[in-house]
């Protein structure tokens, strides 16, 4: 069994910066794809970004050059930094692992365990 727990969400204006923290762990959570998932209200769940245990990284396309997802394997940390947040950026995030289809399509389908999400909220 995995854990995940999230954690940094908050309100920022347009243009500012948040740094998501996602503290993983259980049995066999280093041989897991890890990821950052959003969803605003009244929408499907999105892929935002990926990361595998050897570091190799995907982006949606909309958050491509914005932010940045890395992992500390000897803390079993998931981080997303965040920065030039728009309004279109606020939603529910939430840290998932799963399979490699996570890292290449940013599929939920590949999605094993689910945090319970941290809300993430930009005003312009």
């Known amino acids: 069994q995995v854990q995940l727990v999230e954690s940094g969400g908050g309100a920022v204006q347009s243009g500012g910066s948040l740094r998501l923290s996602c503290a993983a762990s259980?049995?066999?959570?280093?041989?897991?794809?890890l990821g950052w998932f959003r969803q605003a209200p009244g929408k499907e769940r999105e892929g935002v970004a990926a990361?595998?245990?050897?570091?190799?990284?995907n982006y949606a396309d909309s958050v491509k050059g914005r932010f940045t997802i890395s992992r500390d394997n000897t803390k079993n940390i998931l981080i997303l930094k965040m920065n030039s947040l728009q309004p279109e950026d606020t939603g529910l995030y939430y840290c998932a692992a799963g399979s490699r289809l996570l890292l290449t399509d940013l599929a939920a389908r590949a999605v094993n365990y689910w945090g319970q999400g941290t809300q993430v909220t930009v005003s312009s």
């Open positions: 990361i595998e245990l050897g570091k190799k990284t």
């Open positions: 259980g049995y066999g959570i280093h041989y897991y794809y």
